[in-house]
């Protein structure tokens, strides 16, 4: 105060708006000071592996909480991890009753309007758990008997059935040896047709006139083609392999159960494209129910899907296509005097091989 009253008396007078100014940045720095000495800051927190995990005694770690312990040494500044979920952490934030929030928490424009953020710290974007899905030899059975394969053998044999039939009407006079005169010739126009496809070439009947020659060569040719189309067809159908969902990506969403999380990013981008879905309490509950089959599948976080799949060991995979990009940080209070010193510390860790470490540590490659 004595600060401010001799700054306000030395330029009272014709300088009064400059010393509205000056006194407004002393009291500023006043403020900041007393906010950066406070005893104790209260850090919103919770469960959001591998960026911030509760151990067994109570103690945080993961990607997020190593980063800003490293901050906080590196800044002197006291604090305690409170853990709440991820609407009471939002909401937290936005009313002041938290100083800081770190997790997996993602920058939004909403979220921008009502609390800050601090740089970015990890890269990564919505993904989508599905069931595995699997065939045993029963089912190949069933498939190589079903109708579409049935329709496929079908086509072929009347294709046969076509080129078999043109290269008997030309060579029954002139080659009657080889194929009949008679309707039994038309048999050994299919036989023909059919060893000459499967290049077998028993040589047993071959066409001698000009016509036939010609049939004959077109139909090499185009039974190359057919028995490549056929042999993939046949492999697709009768490979026992694991096969993908019918959910591929995020334009395969409408039409089915989709999981998400009150207040997460995937509940924002679900609403935006109006895509119908259910909202769980955690991601635990979320992949339960895909796993009961209550749900086609859940939208979340991409690492997050991962890290929990292979840690509880569902059987459930994260389709190969990560969208929507996010951007982890963390949060702060609206014009929090911490956000740039945090900001400076956090670009110089984030650059230091110790990030790389702790990243693989958590996460892996």
Not at 38 to 57: G, I, N
Not at 283 to 300: F, N, P, Q, S, T
Request: proline share 3%; hydrophobic share 45%.
């Amino acid at each position: 105060m004595v600060l401010f009253r001799r700054v306000t008396w030395h330029f009272s007078g014709n300088n009064y708006a400059f010393t509205v100014i000056v006194a407004a940045l002393v009291l500023i720095c006043l403020h900041n000071i007393a906010y950066a000495q406070k005893k104790e800051l209260l850090v919103a927190t919770k469960e959001a592996p591998p960026f911030s995990m509760k151990t067994d005694d109570g103690t945080w770690s993961g990607v997020s909480i190593a980063l800003w312990k490293e901050i906080a040494g590196e800044l002197d500044l006291k604090y305690r991890f409170i853990e709440t979920d991820l609407q009471g952490m939002l909401d937290g934030l936005k009313e002041g009753r938290y100083d800081a929030a770190v997790a997996a928490l993602t920058v939004t424009e909403e979220r921008e309007t009502v609390f800050d953020f601090t740089h970015p710290f990890y890269t990564t974007g919505l993904g989508i758990a599905v069931q595995q899905v699997h065939e045993s030899w029963t089912a190949v059975v069933k498939r190589f008997f079903s109708s579409a394969f049935l329709k496929v053998i079908l086509l072929l044999a009347v294709i046969l059935l076509i080129f078999g039939f043109l290269v008997w009407l030309l060579e029954k006079r002139k080659n009657p040896e080889q194929f009949s005169n008679s309707v039994k010739g038309i048999g050994d126009g299919f036989w023909w047709a059919a060893v000459t496809m499967t290049t077998v070439g028993y040589g047993d009947k071959a066409p001698k006139t000009l016509a036939g020659r010609i049939i004959a060569t077109i139909w090499m040719f185009t039974a190359i083609i057919i028995i490549s189309s056929f042999t993939a067809s046949i492999t697709s159908s009768l490979t026992v392999s694991q096969l993908g969902s019918a959910i591929k990506g995020p334009e395969d969403l409408p039409g089915h159960r989709v999981a998400s999380i009150k207040g997460s990013t995937s509940e924002r981008y679900l609403t935006s494209h109006r895509i119908t879905y259910v909202n769980f309490a955690n991601i635990e509950e979320g992949l339960k129910a895909v796993v009961d089959g209550k749900v086609d599948c859940m939208v979340y976080d991409a690492p997050l899907l991962k890290y929990y799949i292979a840690r509880d060991k569902y059987k459930l995979s994260v389709v190969k296509r990560v969208f929507e990009q996010q951007y982890y940080a963390f949060g702060l209070i609206q014009n929090s005097p911490l956000r740039e010193n945090i900001n400076r510390v956090l670009l110089e860790k984030t650059e230091l091989p110790w990030w790389q470490d702790t990243l693989f540590q958590y996460i892996g490659k």
